[in-house]
């Protein structure tokens, strides 16, 4: 056996060798023995050979006494060493002798403590006796055995420790021990078993000696097994926390306290069931596969995490189990229940992010898959149910592959939470889908009525209503169809469904009810273009041209009607097929009321539009109030009046420049005062050529400067522009004559002859042109065009 292995577990003072005893334990692999190992020490007085029996017996290697320098102490303290050869593994103590005296009064109280110590510990006692010894009171160990007999059966529940003695009465000290009530009737069997062995001196007889030893080592073979010597042993610890065991054993007995063994296991178990799993925990945070796991969570769903996971923390629980297989089963099912909650608390937030991700990942497809299914055109309610089964399902068999077999955590409320989210989004595009629905068909009616209606309202008759009713029923009609159509796929109440299509027939009127004050507020532009259109077109829209023969009165008149319908129309709201008298009271006061024949009657209605409500009319159906009415009646003449005014100044300048003869008795005196000159052209002819060819040109400088339109903006204005366009007139006349007298002399009659019938037909068609100017131009300049309105 190597030096090596024998080492001093406490010194001469009493003091524990903790990094020794490590040492120890690491060299001789005891952590691996489990409960699969013995403990053996020896007692006995001072240099009674118990080193030299040791030696032989176990081929450890303890100090031995030299004979030949004394009897004196050799071992000092406890020693410990593996046995070599024997199996299982064995570990022998080799204890200080007692009786020494080189302990001097101290020596009872070590040797009490390394006695308690050994039986404490010890699976087997050897107390080695001199036969010469026996009956002897202090040599025969008989004091601190009883000593020790007694704290035992005070401090512990019985162990069975084998005690192997060279001595034959070995039941007089137990007799002799003072016993606590509850061992009064104890046999000692039940805290020991007592072997007897007998051996040759080996000073004497050494051969037999080392026969006898050899004989007595073939019992200490599987000494812990079923019929060996330690066979009926209890309270084991393993052997991967003896030296903690023997520490803390050692600490009680010095210090004189109590040693309870079976709490002394508990705790040993405590302390180091907690040691082994906290290694566990550590190893399991270190562990690759699980902080791979880890990281794969964190960017996402990870397939059979259950699997990996229970995998990896089965594997550090059976590792908790193999090494602390040995300790007492209740701490050590308690420590592994609180690794495996340290654990399961470790691993959890990753848990949680592996539903969260299961969870987002199940609502994102449901929303994929419920926008597909609606832009297929399936219908919303059954598109709804089916992807959230789907998905919900889908997220169920997630959480299958994601359940850890050690824990059994709740996953309900992440399911209802993904449920909720389901039903938040399924409310949400709901809310989104039926306002797209009703925007829809809202815009629809707004292209179906605004331009018509506006339309109607301002080609405003007696159909005007009658028409918009119309219109209204049928696009209304229309739309709630549509809307009702549209709306079968979505899963609503009755109720919810008869408002929405309420609340767009009554959008529909809204849009009617909107354009109808829109062009009330218009009323009155659309009052004077109707007056303009009609007071200054025919019947054939064609401008009309204030030639004298047109009835002005009769024509205001009539373009004052319209504008009185028009704003008749569009004083109330009729939508529904009432009869009122609007128009009637209208035309009574505003109209006829200003007749020669104006009655009594008359002023009554004029004093019945002094109201701000029309009869039979409601006031919400109100577009413009009687007293608006009178008001824009009386703006409308006013801005109109000015039209009318131009119209008749305009017939009045066309008959006054159409009117150029001079009054008959003129002519009659022209006639008589002129007979004589009259006959001087008669007879001379030439005077006559003379004449005409004046008025050839007067005629022709008549046309080319328009004399008579000039003059039509009075006779100052005349003269200045006559005066202006005189000269170069004459001059252009005069060249033309000059161009025409350098004609070629073959053809002078000709020319001349052609000259004076294109200069006649010049004349003629200028003239003709000019009046058509003159008549055409006069009114257009002197008929102005309302531009105000």
């Not at 007085?45 to 004394?70: I, V, Y």
């Not at 296991?265 to 069931?273: D, H, L, N, Q, Y």
């Not at 529904?576 to 006061?589: P, S, V």
């Not at 030439?686 to 008025?695: H, M, S, T």
Request: net charge negative; with cysteine.
């Amino acid at each position: 056996m190597d030096a090596a292995c024998s080492t001093q577990l406490i010194d001469g003072d009493g003091t524990f060798n903790v990094s020794g005893v490590d040492n120890f334990i690491k060299e001789v692999k005891l952590e691996e023995c489990g409960l699969s190992y013995a403990v053996v020490s020896i007692m006995g007085p001072q240099s009674s050979g118990k080193s030299t029996l040791l030696n032989h017996l176990f081929g450890t290697n303890f100090r031995e006494m030299d004979a030949f320098r004394g009897r004196s102490q050799t071992t000092k303290g406890i020693w410990i060493a593996r046995c070599a050869g024997i199996e299982p593994c064995t570990v022998v103590m080799d204890l200080e002798g007692t009786d020494g005296r080189e302990r001097g009064e101290d020596d009872t109280a070590f040797e009490k403590q390394s006695a308690l110590f050994a039986l404490a510990v010890s699976d087997i006692v050897l107390i080695n006796m001199w036969c010469h010894d026996i009956g002897r009171e202090q040599a025969a160990n008989k004091p601190l055995l009883k000593t020790v007999f007694q704290v035992m059966m005070r401090l512990f529940s019985p162990r069975k420790t084998t005690l192997m003695f060279v001595i034959r009465d070995k039941t007089r000290i137990w007799d002799a021990v003072p016993k606590p009530q509850a061992h009064k009737e104890t046999p000692l069997s039940d805290f020991f078993n007592v072997e007897v062995i007998a051996l040759n001196s080996y000073e004497e007889k050494e051969e037999l000696f080392k026969e006898q030893v050899a004989n007595l080592r073939q019992r200490f073979f599987h000494s812990v097994a079923p019929g060996g010597l330690a066979g009926d042993r209890r309270g084991v610890v393993p052997a991967n926390a003896f030296a903690f065991s023997a520490k803390q054993m050692w600490q009680v007995i010095k210090d004189n306290k109590d040693l309870d063994l079976p709490a002394h296991k508990v705790m040993v178990a405590t302390v180091r069931c907690e040691e082994i799993a906290n290694e566990k925990f550590a190893g399991f945070i270190a562990n690759e596969n699980w902080r791979e796991l880890e990281e794969a969570v964190h960017s996402g769903p990870v397939s059979g995490f259950g699997k990996k996971l229970s995998s990896i923390l089965q594997s550090c629980l059976s590792e908790y189990d193999t090494e602390a297989t040995y300790f007492e089963e209740g701490v050590r099912s308690s420590k592994r229940q609180q690794l495996q909650e340290k654990l399961l608390q470790l691993v959890q937030p990753t848990f949680q992010d592996l539903l969260g991700h299961l969870r987002s990942g199940a609502l994102e497809n449901f929303k994929d898959a419920f926008e597909k299914a609606l832009n297929a055109g399936e219908a919303f309610s059954a598109s709804a149910d089916v992807c959230a089964q789907s998905c919900v399902s889908k997220f169920d068999k997630g959480c299958e592959e994601a359940v850890i077999e050690q824990a059994n955590w709740d996953i309900s409320k992440t399911r209802e939470k993904l449920q909720r989210d389901i039903e938040a989004h399924i409310s949400s595009v709901r809310t989104a889908k039926l306002s797209e629905l009703t925007t829809l068909y809202e815009s629809k009616l707004n292209a179906a009525l605004s331009g018509p209606v506006e339309a109607l309202l301002d080609g405003a008759n007696d159909e005007t209503w009658p028409a918009i009713r119309k219109l209204l029923k049928r696009e209304g009609e229309l739309a709630v169809y549509g809307l009702s159509d549209a709306l079968s796929g979505f899963d609503m109440d009755e109720e919810t469904r008869n408002k929405m299509l309420t609340d767009l027939e009554n959008y529909a009127r809204g849009i009617v009810e909107t354009k109808a004050k829109e062009e009330a507020g218009r009323a009155l532009m659309r009052m004077k273009d109707r007056f303009t259109t009609i007071f200054s077109h025919d019947s054939d829209s064609m401008p009309r041209i204030w030639t004298g023969k047109e009835d002005i009165r009769a024509i205001t008149k009539m373009a004052r009607s319209a504008s009185l319908k028009l704003l008749s129309v569009m004083a109330v709201i009729r939508l529904e097929d009432e009869l009122d008298n609007i128009e009637k009271t209208l035309t009574l006061a505003l109209v006829n009321s200003t007749s020669n024949s104006a009655t009594s009657k008359s002023i009554s209605t004029i004093d019945s539009l002094a109201s701000s409500t029309w009869e039979q009319v409601a006031p919400e159906k109100t577009l413009i109030t009687p007293v608006q009415c009178k008001s824009l009646w009386r703006q409308f003449k006013n801005e109109t009046e000015y039209t009318v005014t131009q119209a008749i100044s305009a017939q009045e300048a066309n008959r006054r420049n159409n009117n150029w003869l001079p009054p008959p008795w003129a002519i009659l005196a022209l006639v008589v005062l002129g007979f004589n000159e009259f006959m001087t052209l008669l007879r001379n002819p030439l005077w006559l050529g003379v004449l005409f060819v004046g008025y050839l040109v007067s005629k022709a400088l008549w046309v080319q400067l328009n004399i008579s339109g000039e003059f039509q903006h009075g006779a100052l204005p005349g003269l200045l522009s006559l005066s202006t366009k005189f000269l170069p007139t004459v001059m252009n006349l005069l060249k033309k004559l000059a161009e025409e007298g350098q004609a070629p002399s073959t053809n002078t009659n000709q020319s001349s002859m052609n000259s004076s019938a294109s200069a006649q037909s010049d004349v003629t068609t200028n003239g003709e042109s000019s009046s058509s100017s003159s008549s055409g131009s006069s009114p257009a300049k002197s008929v102005p065009i309302d531009t105000s309105s």
